[in-house]
């Protein structure tokens, strides 16, 4: 089935090699298991990844698996695993500077973009706009954010991947038309003024949008928004901005939690197998960008081509991002007055 990087039968043996499985299993219980610390809108993926993940291995192996999932922002995903709080065997998160901050406390080792194929990089993603049918506000692209009354809602980038993505591709929107810094702050200063109040992540977003129909523009992982208009039912619509980011989200394994938990193994198969043609197929099935380029041409349809810059535009890496405009007294601060929480 695909390309696997790793086979079932391999991961089988190493998995008895250090004693995960029983010679007897009790009903009802699953000798393997991983928990995957995830980001917000990842919900729907990985039920679908983990169930034909699940069922290839107990075909091949004879034995079940199981995949426990925890959702919420990136960024505050990426704290809860760095501070022991989440025990994460994997991790899947939104943005590569969530997962440094994990490497930085020595939970993962450094070379984790090495130890997976296409950088750990199993898709792409970006930010687009969802609006009310018929597109009542006539927003068309990141300048009409900031029109006269329209309200705008986006998670806080204190604790949301979705956020702070916001943040870089607003600033980068002014950039790319040959904007100084200067005016890519008044802009963010002015696109918060329009941000009636802030949730924690993502999906919350998408409620407040969506189904308690607050605000007129939400900023939004694709994913997301396709997902929202999908189960609209007419009543939403997708823009796509002249220039949005170009979201890398990654994943990698907790070494010292896999260490602990004899779950290494397991742990490498299933982020192996996100880079696999089927699921590849699922990832793409479900709105993400496929890093294989025969399988995201199938897709295009839905992910058409868009123009996306990447965070050499307005920063020298992920890392020196979160330093510019999101550590301490960084750009956000000077520009972000504390919201109402919705949690």
């Avoid at 086979?7 to 004693?19: L, T």
């Avoid at 009409?144 to 591709?169: F, H, M, Q, W, Y």
Wanted: zero cysteines; glycine letters at 8%.
């Amino acid at each position: 089935m695909g390309n696997k990087w790793l086979s079932v039968g391999a991961v089988v043996a190493s998995i008895a090699a250090i004693g995960l499985i029983a010679a007897k299993n009790v009903e009802g219980y699953t000798p393997h298991h991983i928990l995957n610390v995830s980001y917000d809108p990842t919900r729907e993926l990985y039920e679908k990844i983990d169930k034909t993940f699940a069922a290839d291995f107990t075909r091949q192996s004879g034995e079940p698996v199981a995949v426990r999932r925890s959702h919420g922002g990136s960024s505050y995903q990426a704290r809860q695993v760095a501070s022991g709080a989440a025990a994460a065997d994997v991790v899947t998160l939104g943005l590569p500077s969530d997962l440094e901050g994990i490497v930085k406390r020595g939970l993962i080792d450094a070379n984790w973009r090495e130890r997976l194929p296409n950088g750990a990089q199993p898709y792409y993603s970006t930010l687009v706009f969802v609006v009310r049918k018929g597109n009542p506000r006539a927003v068309a692209d990141w300048p009409d954010l900031v029109r006269g009354s329209i309200e705008v809602i986006t998670p806080d980038p204190k604790t949301s991947g979705n956020g702070k993505l916001t943040v870089l591709a607003a600033w980068g929107s002014v950039i790319s038309r040959g904007g100084s810094e200067a005016d890519a702050r008044a802009f963010l200063k002015t696109l918060f003024d329009h941000t009636p109040f802030l949730v924690p992540a993502a999906r919350a977003a998408g409620v407040a949008f969506a189904v308690e129909k607050k605000g007129d523009v939400h900023i939004a992982w694709e994913n997301e928004a396709l997902r929202e208009v999908a189960e609209s039912r007419g009543a939403l619509e997708i823009v796509y901005p002249s220039i949005s980011i170009l979201a890398e989200p990654v994943v990698a394994w907790v070494d010292r939690n896999t260490t602990r938990n004899n779950s290494l193994p397991l742990a490498k198969a299933y982020l192996e197998y996100l880079f696999t043609d089927e699921a590849q197929e699922i990832i793409a099935e479900e709105g993400y960008r496929s890093f294989k380029p025969d399988i995201a041409a199938r897709h295009a349809d839905r992910l058409p081509s868009l123009n996306l810059f990447r965070i050499g535009l307005i920063a020298r890496d992920w890392g020196d991002a979160q330093q510019k405009f999101f550590a301490e007294n960084a750009v956000v601060d000077t520009v972000y007055t504390p919201k109402p929480r919705i949690d």
